[in-house]
């Protein structure tokens, strides 16, 4: 286990539009966040793929990597993630080879088997209902990693086609996950494994325990290696906090109905009535997250790399300003150390 001071911090960004802001302040917003973080010491910036949702921005992950990747100078910069079921493995892998090519060794590739969207978006996206399935994604993973690295078998009607950019232009390859299944499939082609603990808190320990008793060593990875994300939204001022905190979770409250929310002020989140039952969704979901004063930070991240045993720590702020996830960044730093780089 890696200690708390020593652990490598890094970012999960969804590119979210402030309340009665643009999609232009939203991608203006991540830029400045990874800035922001690059300065701070953190190791990796990630933005996640998700399409249709009125608050979010980052459906394009390979345009805005390409966008923050000029803007910074040493971060490593990827995708958290790539949702492999909405695009062919041959277009991701051009589409990588070619941000590999252009900002070398910093280019990172989380690839996630979930759409990141409705079932009418993701069959727009494929524009097929073909490859959409659970048990496809294996193979498209495997399809992805012969174009980067090349070794397809010869019964693969795919192995005559060569990615360029991409093959030789390898960026590094991580999958995410927040299941016992995508534990697996990492475990099995010896990838890094990153677990979406921010929104699956209660399987987290399980799933690392999978992975790490099923890994088989790669040529890119010797040992299992991991990855956990957290929501963090932290200040001084608890009422801070509050205020913060209170629109991204009234928003997924929202999604979680069904829902397709526009941003929410932090004004509408403090006047909401919230429902018994919707305080207890809420607080639940909040049990194993780092929201709070810098002390509660430390002592709730500290718990969690304790019993997770994470190679690395990737923070995702649910804070409804830019300045808001900047400042959670700077008290984590703070709490549990410089980062290792």
Known sequence: MTTPNAIPLNVLDLANRPYGGTNADAVAGSVRLAQAAEELGYQRFWVAEHHGMPGIASSAPAVL????????????VG??????????????????????????????????????TDGATAMALRRST????????????LDLLGFF????????????????????????????GSSGFSAQVAAALGLPFAFAHHFAGDHTE????????????????????????????????????RALSLPGQLSFLRMRMGAKP???S???????EFTPLEEEFIAARNARQAIGTPAEVSSRL????????????????????????????????DVLGAPAG
């Open 130 to 141: 073909e490859g959409l399935g659970v048990d496809d994604f294996p193979q498209q993973l």
């Open 302 to 333: 500290e718990a969690l790399l304790a019993s997770t045993g994470a190679d690395e720590l990737m923070i995702t702020s649910g804070a409804a300003t830019v300045d808001g996830r900047i400042r959670s960044l700077e008290i984590v730093r």
């Open 65 to 76: 990597i390409a966008g923050i990747a000029a803007a910074t100078s040493r971060i490593r």
């Open 206 to 241: 399980e799933a690392l325990d999978l992975y790490r008793s099923r890994f088989e060593p790669s040529e890119t990875l010797r040992e299992p290696h991991t990855m956990i994300g957290v929501n963090v939204v932290s200040d001084e001022d608890p009422e801070v906090v």
């Open 262 to 264: 526009q941003p929410v």
């Open 266 to 272: 932090v004004e509408e989140a403090l006047a909401y």
């Open 149 to 176: 690295h090349g070794g397809m078998s010869d019964a693969n009607p795919l192995h005559t086609i060569t990615a360029v950019p991409g093959l030789g232009d390898a960026p590094q390859v991580w999958l995410l």
């Open 79 to 116: 995708s958290g993630g790539v949702m492999l079921p909405n695009h062919a493995p041959l277009v991701v892998a051009e589409q990588f080879g070619t941000l590999r090519a252009l900002y070398g060794d910093r280019i990172d590739l989380g690839i996630g088997r979930a759409p990141g």
